[in-house]
């Protein structure tokens, strides 16, 4: 059962477009939320994170939006640039129980910035 | 600041044989540490986490184990590898619980 979903697998913008990649969950618990980017043959790296107690968290040109009643969150990217061209990973955990050292992935979308 | 370091970057290995990866990471005291593990098509999952010298917890079971012989390294092993342990292998860190989690560059598996 696939908890964390990016349901593209992959985005194509221009430069100096805005960039959108979703994400929805479907565990009603998770209740952080993360992006990360990761480039071939290198880890991924963080980019931002949103607690579900807010809707909207921005960070430079990047921006994620989370919509807790959907189960679904997303993240901008404005304006895009080449070399945010990379694979994008949503990620989530849940505060209950034990499970809070635990990340739980989406498979990723492959972001192409088109010079 | 903070680095993790993982090696080796590659690694080809007989079915059946052991398996060391190790991980370091410097900059800071009592991490939680992680190791993932990403299969051909499919999200990263999560395998072990550690939030103490000597504290494991496994997520899924399987054919490896893991170790924290000091407070800063972290061993993923196997005493026997089997084809399905192929996979890029990734350890991380985080100051807490609900902190994020950083990743080293990974170590990517074949088995034969």
């Known amino acids: 059962d696939q908890q964390v979903k990016q349901n593209s697998p992959s985005l194509s913008v221009q430069e100096g477009r805005i960039s959108i990649l979703n994400c929805d969950y479907t565990?009603?618990?998770?209740?952080?939320f993360l992006w990360y980017k990761k480039y071939p043959a290198e880890g991924p790296t963080f980019l931002i994170s949103?607690?579900?107690?807010?809707d909207k968290n921005e960070d430079g040109r990047f921006t994620v939006f989370l919509n807790k009643s959907a189960k679904h969150l997303s993240l901008h990217i404005v304006p895009s640039q080449p070399g945010d061209s990379a694979v994008y990973f949503c990620?989530?955990?849940?505060?209950?129980?034990?499970?809070?050292?635990?990340?739980?992935f989406g498979k990723g979308t492959l972001l192409t910035v088109n010079p | 600041s903070q680095t993790i370091h993982q090696w080796p970057a590659t690694l080809v290995q007989p079915v059946g044989s052991p398996l060391s990866l190790e991980c370091t990471v410097e900059?800071?005291?009592?991490?939680?540490l992680y190791w993932y593990r990403q299969a051909a098509g499919r999200g990263l999952q999560l395998l072990f986490y550690?939030?103490?010298?000597?504290?494991i917890s496994s997520e899924v079971p399987q054919n490896l184990s893991a170790s924290r012989p000091q407070d800063r390294q972290f061993i993923l092993s196997s005493k026997k590898l089997l084809l399905s342990d192929s996979g890029f292998y990734l350890c991380?860190?985080?100051?807490?619980?609900?902190?994020?989690?950083?990743f080293g560059d990974g170590t990517r598996l074949s088995i034969l």
């Open positions: 565990n009603s618990m998770f209740d952080y």
């Open positions: 991380a860190w985080s100051i807490d619980r609900n902190q994020p989690q950083h």
């Open positions: 949103i607690s579900s107690i807010k």
């Open positions: 550690s939030v103490g010298i000597g504290q």
């Open positions: 900059g800071t005291s009592n991490p939680n």
């Open positions: 990620a989530a955990s849940s505060n209950s129980g034990g499970s809070n050292y635990k990340l739980t």
